[in-house]
């Protein structure tokens, strides 16, 4: 068996143990948003907020996350201390939802929310780049591990958030569900925090400012680094369009029930689940060109399609497909980042890649419904087909860079 799995992801099972802590990680900040967003209606009806002074709320939490890209890569970069960071992300991010249950007002929790917004974006950057680092010939593989924290954190929310809903308050609720965090920090801290230092026991890829500055200037300059931070930009982009109007096609157009339309997300989301990893590993052996171009012409094809679907019998294959192929290639752009660029840089790096994913998806929410109001939501899909086609486009145009190793 351990033989079989050397051979499928090229690492061992104990090798891969610090991967896995991460990605636990990687779970616990999305368990602090789906909290936040689980707890959002009894916390708006209890200190009777408006639904404006709600949206205000989640604004600033995507708002925050976006800033936090200006300077976490930074840190993470001149600190070197990958690990540290990724620990203090998650106390910071779980003391704010603790206080949640002191909060009485909108301002104060504007700052909470600002607080869980920040820390969350911080840990990417830290936690991608220490990955990148450790595992340099498995890129592909252990940050498909890391995606699947997310998926994990994405689904366990729900259920136990909701379940400590039905008999605490919103205030315990907030307080023992950030209980979970600090846990997973404590072991991230234990577990590989020596791991920030080098057989010396000096930090590693540690730089100056000055250093910094001047490859942030290289990097901004790289046209391949650039080149596919703009294509993740359109990337992301389609995802986020998508994540918003399955469930008003699927509800509003194809008038199936609310069981129904969580379980064509639900399809969606399997799909990404068990694509990440064999996408990542294949990565490491044949490329990142081959996955990336292959996933964003299978995802243009699948979301046209889902245009065209004149029952939700059609769009269930299509959705369930269309996770396949849209999740398959996200630890991959990751990998091919980190291959670009110098891992000194990788922290800085992640957040160039992060913020234009941001800065593109800001775009698809208004565009997209104004699209739907004048022209039906099946006219959506045809759009978020073109923006994964401009994704297609602009990978065939990267041109070919050599990986970067120190």
Same mark, same amino acid.
């Given at each position: 068996m351990g033989e079989r799995i050397v051979r499928l992801t090229g690492l061992g099972v104990r090798e891969q143990a610090p991967a896995w802590v991460v990605s636990l990680g990687h779970g616990a900040t999305h368990w602090i948003a789906a909290?936040?967003?689980?707890?959002?209606?009894?916390?708006?009806?209890?200190?009777?907020?408006?639904?404006?002074?709600?949206?205000v709320l989640v604004s600033t939490f995507h708002i925050s996350s976006f800033l936090a890209n200006f300077g976490s890569g930074m840190v993470v970069d001149v600190l070197g201390r990958r690990v540290m960071v990724q620990a203090v992300s998650l106390v910071l991010g779980a003391a704010a939802l603790m206080v949640f249950g002191l909060a009485g007002g909108l301002a104060v929790l504007i700052g909470l929310v600002a607080v869980i917004g920040g820390t969350n974006n911080l840990w990417h950057p830290a936690a991608i780049s220490f990955l990148s680092g450790l595992y340099p010939n498995n890129r592909g593989y252990v940050?498909?591990?890391h995606t699947l924290g997310a998926s994990l954190g994405d689904s366990l929310a729900p259920l136990c958030v909701g379940g400590l809903l039905t008999v605490l308050t919103w205030r315990d609720t907030a307080l023992w569900g950030s209980m979970p965090v600090l846990?997973? !920090? @404590?072991?991230?801290?234990?577990?590989?925090?020596? $791991?920030?230092? %080098?057989?010396?026991?000096?930090?590693?890829?540690?730089?100056? !400012? @000055?250093?910094?500055?001047?490859?942030?200037?290289? $990097?901004?300059? %790289?046209?391949a680094a650039m080149g596919l931070c703009l294509m993740a930009g359109f990337r992301s982009m389609t995802q986020n369009g998508l994540l918003m109007f399955i469930p008003i096609y699927l509800a509003n157009v194809l008038k199936v029930g609310p069981v129904m339309t969580g379980v064509g997300m639900t399809a969606m989301q399997v799909g990404g689940f068990f694509a990440g990893p064999i996408a990542g590993a294949w990565s490491d052996k044949i490329g990142r060109r081959p996955i990336v171009l292959g996933a964003a012409t299978g995802t243009t094809v699948v979301v046209a399609f889902l245009a065209l679907a004149q029952n939700e019998y059609m769009f269930f294959a299509g959705v369930s497909?269309?996770?396949?192929?849209?999740?398959?290639?996200?630890?991959?752009?990751?990998?091919?980042?980190m291959d670009l660029t110098p891992p000194r840089m990788h922290g800085s790096a992640t957040s160039a890649l992060f913020g234009t994913q941001s800065a593109l998806s800001f775009v698809?929410?208004?565009?997209?419904?104004?699209?739907?109001?004048?022209?039906g939501v099946g006219a959506v899909f045809y759009v978020l087909a073109g923006t994964m086609l401009a994704a297609n486009v602009l990978v065939a145009m990267l041109p070919n860079a050599e990986k970067i190793e120190g």
């Open positions: 909290t936040f967003y689980l707890i959002l209606p009894y916390l708006t009806e209890e200190l009777g907020l408006s639904y404006t002074e709600a949206g940050l498909s591990i846990v997973i !920090a @404590a072991l991230i801290l234990i577990s590989i925090a020596r $791991m920030d230092k %080098d057989a010396d026991g000096q930090i590693s890829n540690k730089i100056s !400012a @000055a250093e910094y500055f001047s490859g942030l200037k290289v $990097m901004f300059t %790289d046209r497909v269309l996770g396949f192929v849209l999740f398959a290639i996200r630890p991959v752009i990751h990998s091919w980042m698809v929410p208004v565009a997209g419904g104004v699209i739907a109001d004048h022209y």
